[in-house]
């Protein structure tokens, strides 16, 4: 099979088949831990930034979100006490999302969880030699759109 009919197969294996283990992961994640995968990774992020904040317009480049649904978000995961909004510690016009003790203690809890499915139904699969080829592939890809979406 020549390259330009590899390159379509690959492009929708991983496509859809991203989606499907996305679908998976929110379904089990909303089951054993009553989080949804979306803010397991806003806390989750939020809990690996300095202090637990960041300015707004940061969190939704890190995780790929539009800075409405973002603002959506963290609505909500305020209504449960798991962050606040707070003025942002560099420049008192923007607004950080700062995690609480109570978005410490669900991430805490969930953490398990998510690995554990993670490990079931993606990582578990894979041998060591498609690890490395998944980080040569996505490291690089995620930092380059990082960086583009930083500069616009």
């Not at 991203?18 to 992020?45: C, P, Q, W, Y």
């Not at 978005?103 to 993670?118: E, N």
Request: net charge neutral; glycine share 6%.
């Amino acid at each position: 099979m020549t390259s330009d009919r590899v390159a379509p197969r690959a492009w929708r294996a991983y496509f859809e088949g991203s989606r499907l283990l996305e679908n998976e992961l929110e379904r089990r994640m909303k089951a054993t831990s009553g989080i949804d995968l979306g803010d397991f990774n806003v806390l989750l992020v939020l809990s690996e930034a300095e202090g637990g904040r960041m300015r707004m317009g940061d969190l939704a480049r890190a995780i790929a979100f539009a800075p409405g649904r973002l603002t959506y978000r963290i609505a909500a995961l305020e209504r449960e006490e798991l962050v606040v909004r707070q003025p942002s510690t560099d420049d008192r016009r923007g607004t950080d999302a700062v995690l609480t003790d109570a978005g410490r203690r669900r991430l805490r809890k969930a953490r398990p969880q998510h690995a554990r499915h993670v490990e079931e139904l993606f990582l578990g699969c894979l041998d060591a030699d498609a690890v490395e080829v998944l980080d040569r592939v996505f490291s690089p890809l995620r930092s380059r759109l990082l960086a583009r979406d930083h500069e616009d």
